[in-house]
């Protein structure tokens, strides 16, 4: 196993179009998350999964926002109708449901033109 | 919520000097505090964090203090190295559920050979 994978890992896109991003954790965690993260800024939390339940959302994550992770394996972000104020740097990280600390991705660089 | 601050923003030292990054948090119930570092290009990498109900931990070069009266925390690193040059962010949380982190904003460290 070679860590927690993104694809893609950069997309341009205009705004106004749907774009979605796959995060495949560290196969025996069952924990994931999302995160972003603008430049100069530490990262900000969007939402978690335990299994394939989506436990919680953060505020950041508008209705524009979703997030699936069936049967617990891979999970996606979609966002619709891109702004410019999406652009950022989107990281997945996973663990054990016993693990305090988190094993990030790469992340998927999205730039909104 | 959590509020985390971090300082310095920036950090320059001569390879081999020591540096040290300090961190404060707004929430008395915090109990978890993980130390990150992120290359350029990369997602952020896990390297120390400390529990509550201990005051300092070390691995190797890496330190970790914390101070939960004042509610500060900090990163010590000893003989530094250019491959240390990176950003570092610290993080906090309050929750044994999702565990979800509050970022600091990050310190960009560099190690001038």
């Known amino acids: 196993d070679t860590g927690v994978s993104q694809n893609p890992r950069h997309k341009i896109t205009k705004r106004g179009q749907n774009v979605t991003f796959r995060c495949d954790p560290i196969?025996?965690?069952?924990?994931l998350y999302w995160y972003r993260q603008t430049l100069g800024q530490g990262p900000e939390f969007l939402t978690y999964?335990?299994?394939?339940?989506?436990?919680?959302k953060s505020r950041l994550l508008s209705d524009r926002f979703s997030a699936e992770r069936p049967k617990g394996s891979f999970s996606t972000l979609e966002i619709q109708r891109t702004e410019q104020g999406d652009s950022a740097m989107y990281l997945c990280?996973?663990?054990?449901?016993?693990?305090?600390?988190?094993?990030f991705g790469s992340g998927t660089r999205l730039t909104v033109v | 919520g959590e509020n985390v601050e971090q300082h310095p923003s920036t950090l320059s030292v001569q390879e081999g000097d020591s540096a040290v990054i300090k961190c404060t948090y707004s929430?008395?119930?915090?109990?978890?505090f993980p130390w990150y570092k992120q290359e350029l290009g990369k997602g952020p990498q896990l390297i120390i964090d400390?529990?509550?109900?201990?005051g300092e931990k070390k691995d190797q070069r890496i330190a970790v203090t914390l101070n939960k009266t004042a509610k500060h925390f900090s990163l010590h690193i000893t003989e530094t190295q250019p491959e240390d040059s990176a950003v570092y962010f610290c993080?906090?949380?309050?929750?044994?559920?999702?565990?979800?982190?509050?970022f600091g904003s990050g310190t960009r460290l560099q190690v001038q050979p």
């Open positions: 990280a996973s663990s054990f449901r016993g693990q305090w600390g988190y094993t």
């Open positions: 196969s025996e965690h069952n924990r």
């Open positions: 999964f335990q299994n394939e339940a989506q436990l919680e």
């Open positions: 400390i529990r509550s109900n201990v």
């Open positions: 929430d008395s119930a915090s109990n978890y």
């Open positions: 993080a906090a949380t309050s929750d044994t559920g999702r565990r979800a982190l509050t």
